[in-house]
């Protein structure tokens, strides 16, 4: 299983980024997927996961009601719907996958794509 992220960039303050998280292999449909994010000097933060079919999601308090998380599974993407950005949202975002079947939420993360740059100036 390999996951790609993309979509990260240099955006201000109360703009909007999507992130993509492209996943293939075999089974990746009934996997649940995270985004996490780790900015210089702090560690590595939960943000969003998002079940296998997206019929439940959850949030950190920090994003709650600015992102929202979703899934194509036709197209074997995650996304992650940025709004409302602020500079303390500034950070490398990582998608990963939780390869127990159907299972939620993610207790251990197996997979991990490569990050993407999110900057968010003031």
């Known amino acids: 299983v390999q996951l790609q992220a993309s979509g990260g960039g240099l955006v201000q303050a109360g703009d909007s980024l999507r992130l993509s998280c492209v996943a293939s292999?075999?089974?990746?449909?009934?996997?649940?997927v995270g985004w996490f994010r780790q900015a210089p000097g702090k560690e590595r933060e939960s943000v969003a996961a998002i079940n296998w079919n997206g019929g439940s999601t959850s949030y950190a308090g920090s994003v709650k009601g600015r992102f929202t998380i979703s899934r194509d599974n036709a197209k074997n993407t995650v996304y992650l719907q940025m709004n409302s950005l602020k500079p303390e949202d500034t950070a490398v975002y990582r998608c990963?996958?939780?390869?127990?079947?159907?299972?939620?939420?993610?207790?251990?993360?197996?997979?991990w794509g490569q990050g993407t740059l999110v900057t968010v100036s003031s």
């Open positions: 292999g075999r089974n990746v449909k009934n996997y649940g």
């Open positions: 990963a996958a939780d390869s127990t079947v159907r299972r939620f939420p993610p207790i251990r993360y197996d997979y």
